[in-house]
DNA sequence: TAAAAATACTCCATAGGTATTTTAT
DNA sequence: ATAAAATACCTATGGAGTATTTTTA
């Protein structure tokens, strides 16, 4: 009796697309199945949500002030599921995942096995590419969702932070880099690094950076090369080199005061992900869980 | 696949009951339906939301996580209710309204034939009795709401104001009354009155009022009965007498300063109307557009 | 052992699909 | 004339009922 929840979020894209069929599209139904639900709302309300034309469909005074509700609806829901995500032990499903190359090759191998160790009921698919064609993989509903760099920007697609870290210079306290006003990269040279191991994604994705910047990672003089975050932030503080780490792994020292963090001019050691999917299609929980479990790990320390 | 408003709708209740058979009863399935329900809800979140023994059952942490949610949900579908009901004209359903008597016998029959030409479609069943007994009906759900005039107390009924005026006495700018800090009923004796005729839902209702103060409502000078608020107000202002009106029907002359309003001291005319309907049961569409009916009615202009 | 929840099954309502007609530009 | 929405019709999934079994205080 009560409209459903399926019925809101259809009459919300048929109203954002303003079409029957192309709402119908983008949500894998033919036309008549949406027609049907509109006019199930419509008959429970007691009113028309849209005056139709065969041109064009508009929202009617009753229509504009349900559509408010509707998003309300839709939000509410997600919420619930990005929530309730954190429980989800037995749930099941399969997702069709992309990833752009850095995430992909770097950063997912190392959370998939302990993800699919926590959610043995959940498969993973993984497409690795380059940020436009996972953007057509998403629009042809051909991938669930990707996780990517940088948002992108489509009228038909939603980007979402997940993760949005910077690669800081973190030097001993007392340190004389961390005085001074600017540090810059000639700063750096000579200086003793101490730094993940290579192939740890850390230090790759510093590297691909330093690459992008036209600068060559071998010209840094790495003294130490450590399998820990924590044991990297260790020699640090005990004066053995300077590093580069997330503010948020080394927090706890700042506000200790037994390190410092600098940014270094003209170079950003970015470390964000965004999630790109389709507005249409609500996000499915599988995928608000896996990006739960990617939020709730501190990165760093897989990294 | 996404978890439905009525799934939503019976967990609540099942939390709100704790009990999977007395939720079904309280909203007329069986309790495999709503076992049946609850488990999906539990697969698509992938998480049990209940502990249950034979006993009782219990909330997970899940299960307490999901339903704040749950409780927005039903809160937002009434709030959208609420709203879309403004334009149900086409909306059709079937009303069991009960009424006390003042308000099944004064106020509702004036009401219930524009009601009826305005949404000809929902028919409407009036039952009349005293409050105990309508509490009975709702609660063995004969009737789908009930208005009586003051709020009751039951664990499984929800009471709402619909419409809470107070009549108060009407005098001229000026009058001697006004200037008075305090009016007694026997300051009105002897004072000119001027009324809605005999059988107005006004005149009953302060006549039953002074009858159950112990007053006879003949005491009163009546000088002069009229058909309409507004020629009363105008013989007030006039200075041909008092009178009594909710004080929404005077604000704006009371604002203009041409009438003044005073509390009768000891005398309380209440005019309250509160719905009355089951906790578990959300009020359906059909209840909600015919409160806002009552509610956007200007009901002295109806008395 | 006696409640309350879970299963088993049956049935029917309805959501959704395909094919077609209607409508408005 | 044409593109889009509505209607007709059919099928099948799943929601709800009845009957029954399982569970645990």
Redesign the pocket.
């Known amino acids: 009796m009560a409209p459903?929840f399926?019925q809101l979020h259809l009459f919300y894209t048929v109203a954002e697309k303003s079409?029957?069929?192309?709402a119908?599209q983008a949500l894998?139904?033919?036309?008549?199945?949406v027609?049907?639900?509109?006019?199930?709302l419509e008959d429970y309300y007691g009113a028309k949500l849209?005056r139709?034309?065969?041109?064009k469909?508009e929202l009617t005074e009753a229509g504009q002030a349900l559509l408010p509700y509707a998003t309300r609806f839709i939000g509410l829901m997600q919420e619930a599921d990005r929530e309730m995500s954190r429980f989800a032990k037995k749930q099941q499903g399969h997702l069709q995942l992309g990833a752009s190359l850095t995430i992909g090759e770097y950063i997912l191998p190392r959370l998939l096995g302990p993800f699919a160790k926590e959610f043995p009921e959940l498969t993973v698919n993984m497409k690795v590419t380059n940020t436009t064609r996972l953007l057509e993989h998403v629009l042809r509903q051909e991938l669930t969702f990707a996780l990517i760099e940088a948002p992108v920007q489509h009228p038909d697609i939603h980007t979402e932070p997940v993760l949005d870290d910077e690669l800081l210079l973190i030097v001993p306290a007392g340190h004389p880099l961390g005085r001074q006003e600017k540090v810059t990269l000639s700063d750096l040279r000579g200086c003793p690094f101490v730094l993940r191991e290579q192939g740890s994604g850390t230090r790759q994705v510093m590297e691909e950076q330093l690459r992008a910047q036209g600068l060559d990672p071998s010209d840094l003089r790495i003294d130490m090369e450590l399998g820990s975050t924590g044991a990297i932030k260790s020699a640090v503080e005990a004066g053995l080199g300077v590093t580069v780490l997330s503010e948020s792994s080394v927090k706890h020292e700042l506000a200790l005061g037994v390190l410092a963090a600098k940014r270094i001019e003209g170079v950003r050691f970015k470390r964000s992900f965004y999630v790109l999917y389709l507005k249409a299609a609500l996000l499915p929980l599988a995928a608000v869980t896996f990006l739960t479990f990617i939020r709730e790990r501190d990165l760093n320390r897989w990294l």
Not at 28 to 33: C, K
Not at 52 to 55: A, G, L, S, V
């Open positions: 459903t399926h079409s029957f069929s192309r119908a894998h139904m033919t036309q008549p199945a027609t049907m639900q509109i006019q199930g849209f139709r034309t065969t041109k469909i």
